[in-house]
T-cell receptor
Framework: GQNIDQPTEMTATEGAIVQINCTYQTSGFNGLFWYQQHAGEAPTFLSYNVLDGLEEKGRFSSFLSRSKGYSYLLLKELQMKDSASYLCAVGSSGGSYIPTFGRGTSLIVHP | KAGVTQTPRYLIKTRGQQVTLSCSPISGHRSVSWYQQTPGQGLQFLFEYFSETQRNKGNFPGRFSGRQFSNSRSEMNVSTLELGDSALYLC???????????FGPGTRLLVL
């Protein structure tokens, strides 16, 4: 089975940097995804990490440590529109690849 | 390239009724997965179809079923609706297993 933990809620100030952590326990790891979901909308893909290290994409970066079962999403130069839920999802290996999603971290960006 | 589309976007039903939701994946995507999202439980996997075959199934009762057509379009059906079935139902498509999933806008179902 899989177990994914991430904080329920975080707040930050516009222009600041925020790090959203995700820890996981899984039998057969095959990549970690981050999705962004605005209220009332569908999740949109942000990043995918399969190897250890940092992947940077504009203001967003995602880090993975497979040995520690740990990932984080780093958001820089926060904007009000970044207020959303951020979902961590882990893919399993073994022929039945379906990502398991965490409950999501609700990020509130205030002026 | 057009994204994943779902119809209808909103639906109101009463207990005991049944409902069918439709999903059209991104062109070229053969895998279609269905999820139920509620505030209390988060995003929960229902089932996944690939080439008209159900390949994976989550822990939902038999009232939840689905199918996939030869053009990769998929439908899910919920019979004998219960109040607890009120949720956002999301469809996601990908080219194949181990590929990134892209979500549709969802169907918001309200059961009264």
């Amino acid at each position: 089975g899989q177990n994914i933990d991430q904080p329920t809620e975080m707040t930050a100030t516009e222009g600041a940097i925020v790090q959203i952590n995700c820890t996981y326990q899984t039998s057969g790891f095959n990549g970690l995804f981050w999705y962004q979901q605005h209220a009332g909308e569908a999740p949109t893909f942000l990043s995918y990490n399969v190897l250890d290290g940092l992947e940077e994409k504009g203001r967003f970066s995602s880090f993975l440590s497979r040995s520690k079962g740990y990932s984080y999403l780093l958001l820089k130069e926060l904007q009000m529109k970044d207020s959303a839920s951020y979902l961590c999802a882990v893919g399993s290996s073994g022929g039945s690849y379906i990502p398991t999603f965490g409950r999501g971290t609700s990020l509130i960006v205030h002026p | 390239k057009a994204g994943v589309t779902q119809t209808p976007r909103y639906l109101i039903k009463t207990r005991g009724q049944q409902v069918t939701l439709s999903c059209s994946p991104i062109s070229g995507h053969r895998s279609v997965s269905w999820y139920q999202q509620t505030p209390g439980q988060g995003l929960q996997f229902l089932f996944e179809y690939f080439s008209e075959t159900q390949r994976n199934k989550g822990n939902f009762p038999g009232r939840f079923s689905g199918r996939q057509f030869s053009n990769s379009r998929s439908e899910m059906n919920v019979s004998t609706l219960e109040l607890g079935d009120s949720a956002l139902y999301l469809c996601a498509s990908s080219r194949d297993a181990e590929e990134t999933q892209y979500f549709g806008p969802g169907t918001r179902l309200l059961v009264l």
